[in-house]
């Protein structure tokens, strides 16, 4: 099984957004991650779902370091210890589980090391459960066309991010969808704000109570003016209205139906 994200999974071929910022390479099955070494987080990951023969297998796999890098280039336990946060998939687990049973498991199971993790406020309401659902939603409406789907996924590493053991918990995440629409590529672009959850005081994570998580679309265009990543023509694709994507709008989102696809 080939390894790595492939860019020529689509009809219209479409490679990793990219980071202006040195970053490193590391390839999975069927998904790759790339590393912001200095953030110990991805800048960027992608992969690659076919949805005509995803498998629905047990979950297996316990999170570890990969050792290709070095643990201070990546967020490991340490900082997911005692408080409120969880290891948030970037590419989900089910998402590269498809194919033949082996390859679909030794996919799934990758999907635990570090590197696809990021810090996330432990707990769910209905705004993380709409989020985690995004890709399975847009995957439904992409089978009426190639059965085929490319997602990235990965925080926004801004500079107001706080501090916390060592790294600096992102406050939002980006996520791009990618599929082949009747007139040729098209994507859809969402947000995750956790910024009401998250407070870094005396080693502290607040929880729910304080606030709730919001996710929104919003135009590809502005994912890559806040990421600075190149994103190549993923913006031409956007479903968006083209002037909610002139004035950059974001939607916040209270359910699958407020989704524009």
């Given at each position: 099984?080939?390894?790595?994200?492939?860019?020529?999974?689509?009809?219209?071929?479409?490679?990793?957004?990219?980071?202006?910022?040195?970053?490193?390479?590391?390839?999975?099955?069927?998904?790759?991650?790339?590393?912001?070494?200095?953030?110990?987080?991805?800048?960027?990951?992608?992969?690659?779902?076919?949805?005509?023969?995803?498998?629905?297998?047990?979950?297996?796999?316990?999170?570890?370091?990969?050792?290709?890098?070095?643990?201070?280039?990546?967020?490991?336990?340490?900082?997911?210890?005692?408080?409120?946060?969880?290891?948030?998939?970037?590419?989900?687990?089910?998402?590269?589980?498809?194919?033949?049973?082996?390859?679909?498991?030794a996919a799934?199971?990758?999907?635990?090391?570090?590197?696809?993790?990021?810090?996330?406020?432990?707990?769910?309401?209905?705004?993380?459960?709409?989020?985690?659902?995004?890709?399975?939603?847009?995957?439904?409406?992409?089978?009426?066309?190639?059965?085929r789907i490319?997602?990235?996924?990965?925080?926004?590493?801004?500079?107001?991010?706080?501090?916390?053991?060592?790294?600096?918990?992102?406050?939002?995440?980006?996520?791009?969808?990618?599929?082949?629409?009747?007139?040729?590529?098209?994507t859809a672009?969402?947000?995750?704000?956790?910024?009401?959850?998250?407070?870094?005081?005396?080693?502290?994570?607040?929880?729910?109570?304080?606030?709730?998580?919001?996710?929104?679309?919003?135009?590809?265009?502005?994912?890559?003016?806040?990421?600075?990543?190149?994103?190549?023509?993923?913006?031409?694709?956007?479903?968006?209205?083209?002037?909610?994507?002139?004035?950059?709008?974001?939607?916040?989102?209270?359910?699958?139906?407020?989704?524009?696809?």
């Amino acid at each position: 099984m080939a390894d790595g994200y492939d860019p020529g999974f689509l009809t219209t071929p479409l490679p990793l957004p990219r980071p202006a910022d040195i970053t490193r390479t590391l390839d999975y099955p069927r998904f790759t991650v790339l590393l912001d070494p200095s953030r110990r987080l991805a800048a960027a990951t992608g992969v690659n779902i076919e949805g005509s023969t995803l498998r629905d297998l047990p979950r297996a796999g316990e999170w570890r370091l990969d050792p290709r890098i070095g643990d201070d280039e990546q967020t490991g336990p340490a900082v997911y210890a005692r408080n409120d946060l969880d290891r948030g998939h970037l590419v989900r687990r089910r998402d590269p589980g498809w194919g033949a049973v082996d390859d679909a498991r030794a996919a799934m199971e990758a999907t635990f090391f570090y590197p696809n993790a990021a810090p996330q406020a432990a707990g769910f309401n209905q705004s993380k459960e709409l989020w985690l659902g995004l890709e399975d939603h847009v995957l439904a409406y992409a089978e009426a066309t190639d059965q085929r789907i490319s997602v990235f996924t990965a925080p926004v590493l801004g500079p107001e991010d706080p501090p916390y053991r060592g790294v600096r918990i992102p406050l939002r995440f980006w996520k791009i969808a990618a599929w082949q629409g009747a007139e040729g590529l098209a994507t859809a672009g969402f947000l995750l704000d956790q910024s009401e959850l998250i407070d870094t005081r005396d080693d502290l994570l607040a929880a729910a109570p304080l606030g709730a998580f919001r996710t929104f679309q919003v135009p590809v265009a502005e994912i890559a003016r806040l990421t600075g990543l190149d994103l190549g023509r993923m913006p031409a694709g956007d479903v968006l209205a083209e002037s909610a994507v002139r004035a950059g709008e974001w939607q916040m989102l209270s359910s699958v139906d407020d989704i524009v696809l």
